[in-house]
Nanobody, 121 residues
Framework: QVQLVESGGELVQAGGSLRLSCTAS????????MAWFRQAPGLGREFVAV???????RYAESMEGRFTISRDNAKNTVYLEANRLKPEDTAVYYC???????????????WGQGTQVTVSS
């Protein structure tokens, strides 16, 4: 059974930084693309970043340059480093796994439960 467990979300002041982690089990981690999505209150889930099996990365335009996705296959863990945080980054952040590299949530069959990031102004 596949499990994805996120951690690292917290309350942070605008301009601050966070590192989110997501540890996977029940799948061959190195064979999966891993992504981060987020969902702000009252809005739909939106793509943040994805890293493929070859460590190639892609970011949502509004987050490129501020967010960095990385992976450690030895630890079955994907990270999201978020810098220069803004109040509009407040959301529940989810990690997801897929054997297909995509920016579309429909292509990701496995999801974590989410971790709350709140950015105060």
């Amino acid at each position: 059974q596949v499990q994805l467990v996120e951690s690292g979300g917290e309350l942070v002041q605008a301009g601050g930084s966070l590192r989110l982690s997501c540890t996977a089990s029940g799948l061959s981690f190195s064979n999966y693309a891993m992504a981060w999505f987020r969902q702000a209150p009252g809005l739909g889930r939106e793509f943040v970043a994805v890293i493929n099996r070859a460590y190639g990365t892609r970011y949502a335009e509004s987050m490129e340059g501020r967010f960095t996705i990385s992976r450690d296959n030895a630890k079955n863990t994907v990270y999201l480093e978020a810098n220069r945080l803004k109040p509009e980054d407040t959301a529940v952040y989810y990690c997801a796994a897929s054997q297909v590299t995509s920016t579309s949530e429909e292509r990701f069959p496995f999801w974590g439960q989410g971790t709350q990031v709140t950015v105060s102004s």
